[in-house]
């Protein structure tokens, strides 16, 4: 065991290695779950093991805890919900539930929007869905190679960016259609501009010899890639596709569940180009670790919407919504800011670290939302998958909670409210992990 104050123990501890045997007789062994890390509690940017081991936690329970572990405002308002009650169906209304939507509409870059409340990201997607078929009155959608979107069935159907979330669960949900996302770095189709490449493909080949535009309800994207690998796309692309749904009278859905929220350094991804979609899919970082997801639509599309088209139990959780509307209220007055400024800091570190060592293809990304990533040679860019999951694994053991994403990229997502001091601190993790990754 090495000098590290953050560690204390072997890892995974001794208390670590009997629940993880607890959980292997009773928990299903479908989770990906990347190393050994058993939590006790956490608070801010730095988690504990049941061991007594400190972490700094850069992953964030996968862009969810935005506001960091157990922010006391966020607690305080879930403590003041409990007090009132835990749960009244969606068939009902409470204050909790009316004052998010009102603030939703009021933070909204696309006009007036009304809201549908659920608990995750892929009910999100669903109910974009729904809402985008029951509208156009169309079936067919366009989604993107390399996006996540759930993995219930029909966000299933738009999931492509590993093969394993898809195998053996064929057929998904009908009608969906891939296309490249465009990407700079590692482009598939000809062309200098990935994003007018695509959007040409889109236009002069799918539309014209493959699919009607006529029959196609919406196109799916996520504004930045997220499981994907972090992929930020060329300037104009999601102006193009803007221009191209409106032309064909294609709902345009963003996918915000990752990137949105402050995550970027605005509240929104898809600000950063002032792209507003027809539909967009909130969930993640929108509680601070509560389980809550948005269908946010133009009111103009909602509102055809009968009464019983869509519902669920438990959308709208009152210790949820509340969550939900204290961390709005901090991402807007501060970290926001924050995940702008120091994100800016921690690329031109990694940047300055990409200088020093061939490994490091790209640094790419936006705020605290920035993929490192990883290749045995510069100039043929092949992946280096087996030494992105060494770094992981030894970031691990030095005190750092990392997550990839793609073929061999290293995302980092840490809580919103992070410091120069403590990116500084888990860039001195990243160099010596890294090393040793090597050295292995």
Sequence with gaps: MKNNKRIVTSLPG???????????????????????????????????DVDGNRFLDFAAGIAVCSTGHRHPAVVEAIKGAADQFLHISSDYWHEHQVRLGERINEL????????????????????????????????????????FHGRTMGSLAFTSSKYTQQKGFFPTMAGVTHIPFPNDYRPLLAGDDQGQAVLDYLEQVLFQSN??????????VEPIQGEGGYIVPPDG???????????????????????????????????????????MCLAKGLGSGMPIGLVVSKKEHMAKWPRGAHGNTYGGNPLCCAAALATLDLVEKEYADNAAEVGTYFMERLRELQGRLDCIGQVRGKGLMIGMELVRDRNSKEPAKALCDR??????????????????????????????????????????????????
């Design 14 to 48: 001794p208390k670590s290695l009997a629940m993880i045997e607890r959980d292997s007789k009773v928990v299903s062994p479908s989770y990906p779950r990347d190393y050994p890390f058993v939590m006790s509690h956490g608070e801010g940017c730095d988690v504990w």
């Design 108 to 147: 909204s870059h696309m006009g007036e929007v009304l809201s549908f409340m659920c608990q995750s990201g892929t009910e999100a997607v669903e109910g974009a869905l729904k809402l985008a078929r029951y509208v156009t009155g169309r079936s067919r959608f366009i989604g993107f190679l390399g996006g």
């Design 211 to 220: 699919i009607p535009a006529n029959e196609v309800a919406g196109i799916l």
């Design 237 to 279: 692309f999601l102006q193009g596709l803007r221009e191209l749904c409106d032309r064909h009278g294609i709902m345009l859905i963003f996918d915000e569940v990752q990137s949105g929220i402050g995550r970027t350094g605005k509240m929104f991804a898809a600000q950063h180009w002032n792209v507003a979609p027809d539909i």
């Design 391 to 440: 770094l992981i694994t030894r970031a691990y053991h030095n005190g750092l909670l990392l997550l990839s994403c793609g073929q061999s990229t290293v995302r980092f997502m840490p809580p919103l409210c992070v410091t120069r001091e403590e990116v500084d601190e888990a860039l001195a993790m990243i160099e010596t992990s890294l090393a040793e990754a090597l050295a292995d």
